[in-house]
């Protein structure tokens, strides 16, 4: 009976790793890729059904310490199913369009949310190491899915080179903190007490794989390559699930193994959310195409989300997560409806000049495109702008009121790229005279969902926001 | 006598391994490899981890070395020049012989300024099968199994990247 219960406690982990083995054998004898897409659906909804279990359920550790499970950790997991699930919904309608409709795609991306959940409910170095390999071999299989074109194909050339030199540098890391503390778990890293040269190099190697996979300013370079490149769900996928997982690791890395040395590294984390933000959101401010727009604003956000890091509170984390929850309804979101647009004329429809007059073609779609980029903006009514306040408020509680100061600017300056797409829906004419198909229902309604969540959680915070400062009221 | 062999067997495996980088026939470098390899697991015997010391032979030196040897020979690298440098068989004894005494050397030295690397005797259970079993099926079960979908995954994802183009159109 224990073991089952263990088991229960990583039941999100054991679901899904199962549904991936589960959807690349049911490929072999249904021959129709339909069937493993309403599978990993089902998998996915059971898996979050689970992981919501586990978030109100207690906390502690399983697996002979190796899993942490309830509170962040569990949360972390919710976020992934939640990218994942919207992905999985969008991506079917994509996928069609572009002939790429093959079962396999299913089953990596839940391998690969297999290797994220790892990575968030990781309390050993092990755990963490696999999960993240998990994670992005898959990915990289998945970035070059369109074979026919060249920008795929670079992307998941580069997106593998870069990554698996990133990923050197994390276990370099991961053997350097071995070396210096004497174990892997988190817990136990954080009880030893040589902080020597070793140590240190140990932890600037983690920082550096930690950077990478979240495309902060200088590890930037992959991302809006990749990001184009990739097939656009897929890129929703990437730029929602995979971050999170890696920010919510990050936290616990931060909180559970390194807390005593939080005034030194708190420094380098204050540098890097600075250039993260003010290159991520310069940069975004020239790009024409909307792929690599959303790609440097999903630096940026990096960016803010690394504000709260380095202020390191509780409150902080707390704000964290839910910007990361925010960050997760509102780019799946937005890179759906590109994928919608982008359907249309060859799926070569990303330049953000051929969204001319669009807005009034299919009015819904609009709308939801309003919505989701009025959130990244961080305008009242949505998620988004919650999320980039308690953000702000905790690193200012801090005492980082500089950081905030920069961070309040560059997110001044994300207003004209954002809005500079919403020009183009609404405010030029359209001289093709295109005409737009209709998306399927499952489609509309998995983006009306989004869309009423983010508006719902920006009316609304007060219930997530209670909740998630309520697992950092104890300390542990 | 095992301190000399600690010896013998480093020495074998940093020549192995500059002989390695230095050699311009890459058969002639993949061979060095395996000498390099197998001295590693002379050093792994020597720390009584038995079983790593089998696997380093049977899977570095066996599978991955015919691995690469295989993709050498494939792709036909430097056609221009000889794959293989003539073996003479007085090179080879001239090689052992040297690193014997290079090792017998360092091994003198080191005993003459007492720097002889003592062997922890909590080694003696830490390398065996039935040590390495408890540890990996009973503590480590978890990163063991998701060791096991993570190689599914990257099969999955190279089969997919390596099938026939436009396979998955009939079925959309």
């Known amino acids: 009976m224990e073991s089952v219960n263990e088991l229960l406690t990583i039941s999100p982990i054991v679901i899904i790793g199962f549904a991936g083995l589960f959807v690349m054998m049911l490929d072999a004898f249904t021959g129709n890729a339909r069937w493993s897409f309403y599978a990993s659906l089902f998998f996915c909804l059971a898996a979050l059904a689970g992981a919501v279990q586990n978030v109100l359920g207690p906390t502690g550790t399983s697996f002979y310490s190796l899993v942490y499970y309830g509170g962040t950790a569990s949360f972390g997991a919710v976020l992934v199913l ?126 550096t794989g930690f950077f990478f996979k979240v495309s902060a300013v200088p590890f930037h370079m992959w991302t809006p390559d990749v990001y184009q490149g990739s097939p656009t769900t897929v ?43 003010v290159i991520g959101n310069l940069l975004a401010l020239v790009q024409e195409n909307i792929k690599r727009m959303l790609a440097y604003s999903s630096i940026a956000h990096a960016g803010y989300i690394m504000v709260g890091l380095a202020a390191t509170s509780g409150a902080a984390y707390s704000a964290v997560l839910y910007y990361l929850f925010a960050y997760t309804l509102m780019n799946v979101g937005a890179f759906g409806v590109v994928a919608y647009y982008e359907c249309h004329k060859n799926c070569d429809f990303t330049e953000i000049k051929n969204y001319a007059g669009l807005g009034f073609k299919k009015p819904i779609m609009g709308i939801l495109m309003s919505v989701f980029l009025f959130s990244m903006v961080g305008i009242p009514p949505f998620a988004g702008f919650i999320g980039k306040y308690r953000v702000f408020a905790a690193a200012i509680d801090e005492g980082l009121i500089s950081l905030v100061i920069i961070g309040v600017l560059a997110s001044a300056i994300s207003v004209y790229y954002y809005l500079s797409v919403l020009v183009y829906l609404y405010m030029k004419e359209d001289e093709t005279g295109m005409v737009m198909k209709r998306p399927s229902t499952l489609y509309s309604l998995a983006l009306i969902i989004l869309a009423l969540l983010t508006i719902y959680f920006g009316v609304h915070p007060g219930l997530l926001t209670d909740f998630l400062g309520s697992f950092y009221s104890v300390t542990w | ?78 056609s221009e020049e000889r794959f293989f440098s003539e073996f003479r068989i007085k090179y080879g004894i001239a090689f052992i012989l040297s690193v014997l005494m290079l090792s017998l050397l360092v091994y003198a030295v080191a005993d003459a300024t007492n ?58």
């Open chain 2, 1 to 78: 006598m095992e301190t000399f062999f600690f010896f013998f067997f480093a020495t074998l495996s940093i020549a192995a391994a500059i002989a390695m980088i230095t050699s311009r026939d890459t058969v002639n470098s993949a061979l060095f490899l395996v000498v390099n390899l197998v001295a590693v697991a002379g050093i792994f015997l020597l720390l009584k981890a038995q079983f790593l010391a089998v696997v380093q032979v049977l899977v570095y030196a066996g599978a991955i070395m015919v691995l690469f040897l295989f993709v050498i020979m494939l792709l036909n690298l430097n």
């Open chain 1, 235 to 277: 890129t929703a996928f990437m730029a929602t699930a995979s971050k999170s997982a890696a920010f919510v690791a990050f936290i616990l890395v931060l909180s559970r193994a390194l807390p005593d040395t939080s005034q030194q590294w708190q420094e380098v984390l204050w540098i890097f959310a600075v250039f993260t933000m």
């Open chain 2, 115 to 172: 720097t002889l690397p003592v062997l922890s005797p909590d080694s003696a259970h830490i390398g065996t099968v039935e040590a390495l079993g408890d540890t990996l099926f009973v503590t480590y079960i978890l990163p063991v199994l998701s060791t096991a979908i993570l190689l599914t995954a990257a099969v999955v994802g190279a089969l997919m990247l390596a099938q026939r183009k436009n396979s998955g159109k009939k079925e959309s």
């Open chain 1, 82 to 207: 939640t990218g994942t699930l919207f992905s999985l919904c969008l991506s079917k309608d994509y996928l069609e369009q572009t002939g790429n409709h093959i079962a396999e795609v299913y089953s990596l991306v839940l391998f690969a949310a297999f290797g994220m959940l790892l990575l968030v409910q990781a309390n050993h170095m092990i755990v963490l190491f696999l999960g993240i390999e998990s994670m992005s071999i898959a990915l990289y299989a998945l970035a070059g899915l369109l074979r026919d074109q060249k920008k795929s194909v670079e992307a998941a050339l580069k997106y593998f080179l870069l990554g698996a030199f990133s990923t050197g540098f994390l276990l370099y890391g991961i053997a350097l903190l071995y070396g210096s503390t004497g174990s892997l778990a988190l817990p136990e890293i954080a009880e030893a007490s040589d902080k020597g040269v070793m140590y240190w190099a140990g932890v600037g190697l983690l920082f």
